[in-house]
């Protein structure tokens, strides 16, 4: 099979699009981001990469506590107006039913399946962006995402964005098991 050299290019995908939420100027502003990943399972984390001029990266800093709220695919044109116009100028909470959890500089999204209360602990200035990572300090989630006491993905049906074709997706059907189906692979 032959490649072709492209250069150093951010194609890993699809990304989740998630909802990142924080407070400034005395109001709750969420901007869409799609640079997002858990970080650590002890203590639990998540980072997030923002270019220093977004209007949310200032919340962050200020506040050092954001969200991360995991929209489903039905709220696509809710996510693209968050992506595309800024907290200077259009007040994003009008968009959204928000509750608060504990930390009270991260708003959370009551649409969204699943939320994460986040406490910043520590920034990294990499170049064009800056990566937050914040410590889970709770996760909700809503009870129609449960099954068996288990998050069924399908009910989430969570915002997928895909970078190269700048294009939302939902996910699709089960491939295998994880953890399972390389098992036979050795045999």
Not at 20 to 30: K, M, S, Y
Not at 120 to 132: A, C, N, P, V
Not at 157 to 178: C, E, M, N, S
């Amino acid at each position: 099979m032959s490649k072709t050299k492209i250069g150093p290019k951010t194609v890993l995908y699809p990304m989740p699009a998630v909802l990142v939420g924080t407070v400034i100027a005395d109001r709750e502003n969420f901007m869409t981001a799609a640079w997002t990943g858990i970080a650590c399972s002890n203590p639990p984390c998540i980072s997030v990469a923002i270019q220093p001029p977004r209007y949310t990266y200032r919340g962050i800093e200020k506040n050092k506590a954001f969200s991360i709220n995991i929209p489903s695919a039905n709220m696509a044109g809710k996510v693209d107006f968050c992506g595309i116009y800024s907290g200077k100028s259009e007040d994003k909470s009008r968009l959204f039913k928000i509750f608060y959890g504990s930390i009270k500089t991260a708003p959370l999204i009551e649409e969204c399946p699943i939320n994460f209360e986040c406490e910043l602990i520590q920034s990294i200035e990499l170049g064009s962006h800056t990566l937050f990572i914040g410590q889970i300090m709770e996760t909700h989630v809503s009870d129609h995402c449960f099954e068996n006491n288990r998050i069924v993905t399908e009910t989430v049906d969570p915002l997928i964005f895909v970078g190269p074709t700048r294009q939302y997706h939902r996910l699709g059907k089960t491939v295998a098991q994880a953890f399972h189906v390389g098992r036979k692979e050795s045999s």
